[in-house]
T-cell receptor
Framework: SQQGEEDPQALSIQEGENATMNCSYKTSINNLQWYRQNSGRGLVHLILIRSNEREKHSGRLRVTLDTSKKSSSLLITASRAADTASYFCATPPRETSGSRLTFGEGTQLTVNP | DTEVTQTPKHLVMGMTNKKSLKCEQHMGHRAMYWYKQKAKKPPELMFVYSYEKLSINESVPSRFSPECPNSSLLNLHLHALQPEDSALYLC???????????????FGPGTRLTVT
């Protein structure tokens, strides 16, 4: 079963705007990861945030993690049409092997030019 | 080289056929994965290989048979599939860092499988 839930399920914005996606999870984790998937293609790892971190930046990406609420958010600033994709959060549950990633349901982001 | 390659890109097979999906990586990763992804859904883990040994089988039907001939190659043998097995099959690899480490996964582009 999928551990993560993401909202919104779909998000449509104009180029230049910021996009925020949220992810909730159920079990204790060591880290939380965000992936991007362009239509019908493989997933690309974007960023990993560890359970002892609260915020992390990578280029136009900002990820926050609140372990007390079991939630994370991904902010994409100054969005571009090329950011159009599905975004998934993924977690390896703490009590299992770090190899088992469980993906959230994903957010479909559309950035209109 | 941070690429995971998968062949074929597309595959159409009948329910009585036997076919294989192939995956290759040269990043020295010792964990390799098969995922199944249906349209508009997240990837679902099928199998995990660690050091060329099957470590996780997520109760996948026996018509899917994984194989890891060496540390760079991963195969998925298909036999007597059903139309509902039509999906995007993704291969991934990662380092093995244990519970405390990060384990970002590198994905291939996938094989689009259609079972007729």
């Amino acid at each position: 079963s999928q551990q993560g839930e993401e909202d919104p399920q779909a998000l449509s914005i104009q180029e230049g705007e910021n996009a925020t996606m949220n992810c909730s999870y159920k079990t204790s984790i060591n880290n939380l990861q965000w992936y991007r998937q362009n239509s019908g293609r493989g997933l690309v790892h974007l960023i990993l945030i560890r359970s002892n971190e609260r915020e992390k930046h990578s280029g136009r990406l900002r990820v926050t993690l609140d372990t007390s609420k079991k939630s994370s958010s991904l902010l994409i600033t100054a969005s571009r049409a090329a950011d159009t994709a599905s975004y998934f959060c993924a977690t390896p549950p703490r009590e299992t092997s770090g190899s088992r990633l469980t993906f959230g349901e994903g957010t479909q982001l559309t950035v209109n030019p | 080289d941070t690429e995971v390659t998968q062949t074929p890109k597309h595959l159409v097979m009948g329910m009585t056929n036997k076919k294989s999906l192939k995956c290759e990586q040269h990043m020295g990763h010792r964990a390799m994965y098969w995922y199944k992804q249906k349209a508009k859904k997240p990837p679902e883990l099928m199998f995990v290989y660690s050091y060329e040994k099957l470590s996780i089988n997520e109760s996948v039907p026996s018509r899917f048979s994984p194989e890891c001939p060496n540390s760079s190659l991963l195969n998925l043998h298909l036999h007597a599939l059903q139309p509902e097995d039509s999906a995007l099959y993704l291969c991934a690899s990662s380092r093995l860092l244990g519970l405390a480490g990060g384990n970002e996964q590198y994905f291939g582009p996938g094989t689009r499988l259609t079972v007729t």
